[in-house]
């Protein structure tokens, strides 16, 4: 049987990349793609020998500079790329896509998912002191919004009066690793 071979999207530093990169011996990753062209995830990918693209633009009919997703499809396609992996990925993939790679794409996304969808969800979620965790879920046309396959409750609301942002942001970071690898090990 044919290991599932991954591209990983990314947007910044790729610590959940280091994570997954540690993971290449179940792990097929053929290619790290990112928004940003100054993300250190690149250079983490090209250190550990895998292959990186950089999100391609095309000038659209308002001459506006605009994702070429349709370029990023077959880029994967041509590589053998079957899942996709979303690890810090700060863009919002268009249902066009989406629905060309249904049942495809994961996301890692911090918070306990269906509450704090988006962005600065940690931070969201300490200032309302409701409970903050890690989801992994299938990716939709919505926002956050797709299946969840994995959960975990990083920290309790009752806990977060003796932390601060900075130690619950880095606890839910270890969490994001660990619910990550354990939901792509069951994936398998």
Not at 46 to 71: F, I
Request: proline share 4%.
């Amino acid at each position: 049987m044919l290991r599932d071979r991954w591209a990983v999207l990314v947007s910044g530093r790729g610590s959940n990349l280091s994570g997954l990169l540690e993971m290449r011996d179940v792990l097929d990753i053929r290619v790290v793609v990112s928004s940003n062209p100054k993300a250190s995830a690149l250079l983490k990918a090209r250190r550990a020998g895998v292959p990186t693209l950089l999100l391609q633009k095309k000038v659209d009919k308002k001459n506006d500079k605009k994702v070429d997703w349709q370029k990023l499809d077959s880029e994967l396609r041509d590589r053998g790329v079957n899942h996709i992996f979303l690890a810090g990925f700060m863009k919002v993939l268009p249902a066009d896509f989406v629905r060309r790679w249904q049942g495809k794409i994961l996301n890692l996304h911090p918070s306990i998912l269906p509450a704090y969808p988006g962005l600065k969800s940690i931070e969201r979620a300490y200032e309302e002191r409701a409970d903050i965790g890690v989801s992994v879920h299938l990716v939709n046309e919505g926002v956050d919004e797709g299946p969840v396959l994995a959960q975990r409750r990083t920290i309790a609301a009752s806990c977060l009066a003796t932390q601060s942002l900075s130690a619950i942001e880095f606890k839910v970071h270890v969490d994001e690793q660990r619910l990550m690898r354990e939901t792509i090990l069951k994936w398998k």
